[in-house]
């Protein structure tokens, strides 16, 4: 590693957020961890290495491609396909021994027909549109006509039926679930009639596992909790997972009146010091955030000055005693008695912590503690 910008990953404490949401569920409800898009830039192989070894069973992704990555890393629980299933995925699909997700008679159809050739027999999942208007089927009559194709299918189970919701992250002022997703909840159980009460049923989400205990049904699914981002308030004991480093490259002073960087959006209010650092949205920094946001160095927070750039980002170090080249720089995580959050670098950037995770790019290096 010559550039010294860099994101620690902290196996342990994905292993404790886990095991944080496995305890507060009744040990017949599993728990699926979602690690779809590299596990939200955690590292989707090294994730589920270290969850299988501590016995989960089941992984969800988005993509058959993530789930025939997985199987070539040795991860042999079941592994679900969240989105929709295509007809150019069902073969590798069937072949890795994926669960995919169906709402219609044509894709039953596909997986059928490729199960068949192959003399497997396919698991899917039943996907139901309770308001999210996504993905799913929708109406009575879709459920009916699917429900019989299922039972005509000769190589193909459904081994689960699912739906997800759309605003359980926005509970009421009490805490309790918003009346939108009670809705949903009610939905998903007259379209669930419609098929075997046999088929195991999901419908929990990290928001939803916290605050509707009539939601777990079978198996509940975890995904920014699993990364210690709990997308409501609670009392359970989650711990962030990720670390982002970089160090100093460049020290400078400037006079007041002076501006800095593209754009010239900064201009100085009074003589300064500034730092370079070694980061950029290069990186998958949010160049949102400039002149917004702040970073860690010597345990005080530094100002983005300026606006970021593709590889380099000016702060205010003015404040900040004895600050030399190569000192270390936090951008998401803790130093000394300062922490900053990906859901602060959220707010500055008017976006989520989910994208600010998953959003750091190949570039910037993975280190795994704790594995």
């Known amino acids: 590693m010559l550039r010294n910008n860099y994101v620690t990953v902290d196996l342990a404490a994905i292993r404790n957020n886990y095991q944080v949401l ?6 017949h409800v599993r728990v699926m961890p979602v690690i779809k898009a590299d596990a939200y830039g955690h590292g ?22 993530e789930g025939i990555a997985l199987r070539q890393a040795g991860i042999t629980a079941r592994i679900l396909v969240l989105g929709a299933a295509m007809q150019d995925g069902v073969g590798a ?9 169906v709402f219609s008679e044509e894709q039953l159809s596909w997986i059928e027909t490729e199960a068949a050739r192959r003399r497997k027999t396919a698991s899917v999942h039943i996907k139901l549109d309770t308001g999210m208007n996504r993905i799913g089927l929708r109406s009575d009559e879709e ?6 194709a299922l039972s005509r299918a000769e190589h193909v ?21 918003n009346a939108f997703s009670h809705q949903q909840l009610q939905r998903f159980t007259k379209l669930r009639s419609h098929f075997d009460e046999a088929i195991p049923a999901h419908v929990a989400n990290s928001a939803m596992s916290l605050l509707a205990p009539e939601a777990y049904f079978s198996m509940i699914r975890e995904g920014i909790s699993l990364y210690g981002y709990p997308p409501v308030k609670t009392v359970l004991s989650f ?18 009146g002076e501006t800095v960087g593209y754009g010239r959006t900064f201009t100085a209010e009074r003589d300064m010091q500034l730092a370079t650092i070694a980061v950029g949205y290069g990186d998958g920094y949010h160049r949102t955030i400039s002149n917004k946001g702040q970073v860690l160095i010597g345990g005080r927070r530094a ?5 970021i750039c593709m590889d380099q980002t000016m702060v205010d ?11 270390e720089v936090i951008l998401i995580g803790s130093q000394q008695d300062e922490n900053i959050t990906a859901e602060e670098v959220a707010g500055w950037a008017d976006t989520i912590s989910y994208e600010v995770l998953l959003g750091i790019t190949a570039r910037v290096p993975r280190l795994y503690m704790n594995a």
Not at 22 to 27: D, E, G, H, I, K
């Open 239 to 256: 711990t962030h997972a990720l670390s982002w480093h970089t160090e100093i490259v460049h020290i400078k002073e400037i006079k007041k």
């Open 157 to 177: 189970k459904a081994t689960g039926i699912y739906t997800h919701f759309a605003s359980a992250d926005e509970p009421m002022e009490d805490g309790s679930l």
């Open 44 to 65: 989707m192989i090294p994730v589920a290495k270290t969850l299988q070894m501590v016995g989960v069973e089941d992984f969800a992704v988005a993509l058959v491609e």
């Open 317 to 327: 170090i003015s404040h900040i005693p004895d600050v030399k080249v190569g000192d």
């Open 303 to 307: 100002p983005i000055v300026g606006r």
């Open 22 to 27: 496995r305890n507060c569920v009744p040990s």
């Open 143 to 148: 459920a009916i006509r699917l429900s019989a």
């Open 93 to 101: 699909a069937v072949a890795n021994h994926l669960t995919q997700t």
